[in-house]
Structure formats: C-alpha cells, structure tokens
C-alpha cells in the first residue's frame, strides 16, 4: 500500500507513479491511497488499485479516521508492507501499519523546515519507518542528524529520469522556437530558466535579486522565466511581485504558466537554476535539465554534489554546473556571468557531461532493484523476485 498525500504534480506523486511501476513490473500488487489529482490516469494505468481518501488532512481527526480506514484496507488487501510518502498521511500509516503488524517504509524527497518543536514532531513521523528511503546522501545525512536514525535503516535509492523523453537530440527546432515565442523572447536573449512551485523554500526572491544584480553589471540580453506552479496556499506570490517592481527586474522576470512541453523548454534556456534556500534532496528538474544537455546552477541546498557536479568536489573538466552558497544572490549573479562568460565550446561540454552523468547514474534499472531489494529485506524474499526487472520491462517515470 502506497499512501501519499494528492495525485497532483510534485515529487511524491511522481514517486508515487514509480513505485507502482516497479512493482507491477515484478508482478505485485499496489494499492495507491491519495486525494485524487492529475496523476490519477498515470496510477491506473500502471496497474495500481486507487483507493480515494483524504490523507493530505492535518486535521488530527481525520488522521484518525483515516488511519481506522487504512487498517480495513490493509487487513482486507493483505498488504505486506505500508509505503508513506507524506507526513499527514505517513501518521496514518504509521498507526495502521503498527496495528497490523507489518513493515512501515517512508520516503523522503526534501528536508522539511523545522520551525519549532511542533513542527518537529510533525516532522519525525517520516523517520519512523523501518526503512526510511532517501532520495540522496544530502537528504538521508539530515535525517540521521536530526533524528539519530541508525545508518542502516536509511537507504539512498535515487529517482529515475526518462532519457528516451528528455533527450535533446529528440527536440525539434520548431518545438524550441514555439517555446521561446511563447516567453516573447528574440534568438539573442539567454534564458535563465528557474523550476518549481512558487514556494519560499525554492528560493525565487534570491534569483530575483540576482537579476537586479545582472542589470546593475550591464547585462540586458537575458529573461529569467518562472517556470512552475502557484497554488495559492501563500501570500509568496504577490510578494515576489512586490520584489520585481521595487527591484526594477520586471522587464527581465517572466512568471511563466506550466509547460507541458518541458524537453523543448530546457532546450530554449541558457541555464537551469535551483536557487532553494532549504535543502530539496533530489529535484527532478535538475536532473532533466542535466539529461538535456543544459549547464546548470544550484545553490548549496538545491542539489548535492551526488546529483550535480560541481567544483571544488570535482576538477573543472568534470563539472556539470556551477554552485553557489544558498540566499547569496551576489554568488548567484556571479554564478551566471561566469557561465555566460564561457566559450560556447565550454558550455556544450559541461552539459554533454552533465548527461552523460544523469545517463550513468539515474537509470530506472538501477532504481526498481534497489527498491525490490529494500522491500525484500523488509518482507522476506517473496519481493526479491524481479522478472520484469531482469527482462529490462520496467519503464522509467
């Protein structure tokens, strides 16, 4: 059974679709429990059972309540483990898991803020599993340091990319121009392109700032692109917008709505930044961009450096982006003019490299086997079976 908060675009949900994969692919069951959202199509057809239920509440009476209906379900599908992938539902889970006697896994996909000792406790839930999985060394280092968790109940098991959609190769000119037309950019402008929902934690009023740092270097042939979505669950939004027109970048700052065509828009940048001011484990779209090709530039707490390189972890011939001390726009600015200062040259290899790098080592493969093996370890060997694996059927996310 996969609990996971909503079906809507996010890093859990996407989990949530890879995980079904993985293991319909090796002939198991998934039972999916999450509010609906726009993944839904993708979780059945994958195969999974989708049980609808409220598991984003915080209200704790709901929690409850979903944890008695969590029990049903679990005693009723015979369900050999729970896999919680967010801390509403995962308290959920946790108690039907408890109840029934069964493993407990969670998945950790960032570093949750920790404002206070509340919020703390709300926290721990995910470092409660019997196995907690870690997106990256940088996200399973924060949870042994914050909650104490033994090494060996943490296992780092990477997201897979879909190198056959995000191949640059495969993108067309006309798809790359009807992007850039779409951002109302010439063929000289560089776009620095900025993934994410507009939350605080990814960190868009540091680009900002960097932007009025660019201009104020002379710099003028460039748009930063806002790629992402607003949920409006913040006061975030009208806030940048506060930003941009006291900073006076709104002539170099575009709030772009969603793209479905996301290859051809890695393709139209320049540059790919994840400007995150908390740590953000594994985001997808740094190593999308990287399977395109594209440089790019993250803060400190935005990627770790086992999913970008950078210097000085690396020699320069090696890097697949630039990084920069996470809240520092001056570093950000400076991160950019350098890597606009670089023969074209220079900049083709390092994205070939950054590629080559994600090609290597986010393969779907390699992923589903260490998941099956994690569910093996937890369950006994029924789940170390792997045909599909073994026959390479498994389709990445």
């Known amino acids: 059974m996969i609990v996971v908060p909503t079906l809507d675009v996010g890093a859990a949900e996407i989990g949530a679709v890879e995980l079904v994969r993985i293991l319909r692919g090796a002939g198991h069951r998934a039972i999916v429990v999450a509010r609906a959202g726009r993944l839904l199509a993708d ?98 280092q924060l949870v042994n340091d914050r909650y104490g968790t033994p090494w060996d109940k943490i296992a780092v098991v990477p997201c897979s990319i879909d190198f056959d959609h995000f191949d640059p190769a495969k993108v067309t000119p006309e798809r790359i121009a009807a992007i850039r037309n779409s951002w109302g950019v010439n063929d000289d402008t560089k776009v620095i392109m900025v993934t994410g929902r507009i939350l605080r934690r990814k960190g868009h009023h540091v680009a900002v700032r960097a932007m009025q740092r660019l201009k104020d270097f002379g710099r003028t042939n460039f748009l930063c692109v806002f790629v992402g979505e607003d949920h409006g669950h913040t006061n975030y939004t009208g806030q940048l917008w506060d930003l941009v027109l006291a900073t006076g970048t709104m002539d170099v700052i575009r709030m772009a709505a969603p793209v479905r065509d996301m290859p051809a828009a890695y393709c139209a940048a320049a540059a790919v930044v994840s400007a995150a001011v908390q740590p953000e484990g594994v985001q997808r779209a740094m190593l999308e961009a990287q399977a395109m090709a594209r440089p790019v530039v993250v803060s400190d707490l935005g990627a770790g450096p086992d999913v970008v390189l950078t210097a000085p972890g690396v020699p320069e011939s090696r890097i697949t982006g630039l990084r920069f001390h996470s809240g520092d726009d001056r570093a950000l600015a400076a991160a950019l003019l350098q890597l606009f200062s670089m023969p074209p040259l220079a900049v083709g290899a390092m994205g070939s490299r950054g590629r080559d790098w994600v090609l290597g080592h986010f393969d779907a493969t390699i992923g589903a086997g260490q998941m099956l093996r994690l569910y093996a370890d937890v369950t006994g060997p029924a789940y170390a079976a792997v045909p599909a694996l073994a026959a390479g059927k498994i389709d990445p996310i």
């Open 43 to 140: 979780i059945t057809a994958a195969g999974a059972e989708f049980v609808a239920l409220d598991v984003a509440s915080k209200n704790p009476f709901v929690m409850m309540r979903n944890a008695v209906t969590l029990i049903g379900l679990a005693r009723e599908r015979r369900c050999d483990v729970i896999h919680a992938l967010g801390r509403a539902g995962a308290w959920s889970a946790c108690a039907a898991a408890r109840m029934r006697g069964i493993p407990f896994v969670t998945s950790w996909y960032k570093g949750f803020r920790e404002q206070n000792f509340l919020k703390r406790v709300y926290n721990s839930v995910m470092a409660r599993g019997d196995r907690v999985v870690a997106g990256c060394e940088q996200i399973a």
